[in-house]
């Protein structure tokens, strides 16, 4: 049977990578090797997950250098020569082995006033949004964000400045500036507005090149930043 030679991180910000060796199967991800190793080779490895089918983004860790969603990337993608590099993802405080602390990340989001304010109360009917309104189709593909991490891990920004809000958070307000029942238009687009906020991204593109959801984190920030200066213009900031 053949082997892979996998190096994993163990421990908080200053552990190290420790090698182990599992079987190499067909159609096997990389969550399936982190797994192999804490139930066959040593239960106190800690890691994340829960879907196993690329919808929750708890799974995301740094592969052979790049962030990426582990339940979905296959080793044959990223291990052709066998060897696997696997660590907690990059830009956030480790907590142990492979798991990240995702506070400051999404601290970010609330400080992106990412939560949607509306006026109506459960007792009220649904407010409607046209499927084929302009707002709507803006944010078609943003809304399908699951909040991985992994633009944020790969954002070289982020790692210059650690206030800077980030893409996934800056994604997040580009979908609720364009929702047309929210009410805290204004404090949104002043709180991505600052210095830290979407004038910050010098549109690398990491985070588009990265997302495994395919978004394109750059195009909301784009968008956003075309809001503020519209709002700055309007004298509404
Ligand atoms: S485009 Fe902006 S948010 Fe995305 S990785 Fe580059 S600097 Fe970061
Ligand atoms: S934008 Fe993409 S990479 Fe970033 S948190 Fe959302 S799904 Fe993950
Ligand atoms: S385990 Fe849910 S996205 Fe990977």
Not at 96 to 110: E, H, S
Not at 195 to 213: F, I, L, N, Q, Y
Request: aromatic content about 6%; hydrophobic content about 35%; charged content about 25%.
């Amino acid at each position: 049977m053949s082997t892979l030679q996998v190096k994993v991180w163990r421990g908080g910000e200053s552990g190290h990578f420790q090698q182990f060796e599992v079987p190499r199967l067909e159609s096997q991800t990389v969550l399936d090797v982190v797994t192999h190793i804490q139930r066959r080779l040593d239960p106190t490895l800690s890691y994340r997950f829960a879907c196993r089918v690329g919808m929750c983004g708890s799974c995301a860790m740094t592969v052979n250098g790049k962030a990426r969603w582990t339940c979905r990337t296959h080793v044959s993608v990223v291990a052709e020569d066998g060897n696997l590099e696997i660590g907690p993802l990059h830009n956030l405080p480790v907590v142990k082995d492979l798991v990240a602390d995702m506070t400051p990340f999404f601290d970010k989001w609330a400080q992106a006033q990412g939560q949607f304010r509306g006026t109506r109360t459960r007792k009220d009917e649904f407010e409607q949004v046209r499927p084929d309104s302009v707002e709507r189709q803006a944010v078609d593909e943003a809304i399908e964000c699951i909040g991985c991490g992994v633009c944020y891990s790969s954002c070289d920004v982020v790692a210059w400045n650690p206030e800077y809000l980030g893409p996934a958070a800056l994604n997040r307000a580009w979908t609720l500036a364009n929702d047309v029942r929210d009410v805290a238009q204004r404090e949104r687009l002043s709180a991505v507005a600052g210095d830290a906020g979407c004038h910050a991204c010098h549109t690398h593109m990491s985070c588009t090149e990265r997302c495994p959801k395919l978004l394109s984190p750059t195009k909301s920030i784009a968008g956003l930043k075309r809001l503020v200066l519209s709002a700055a213009v309007k004298g509404e900031l």
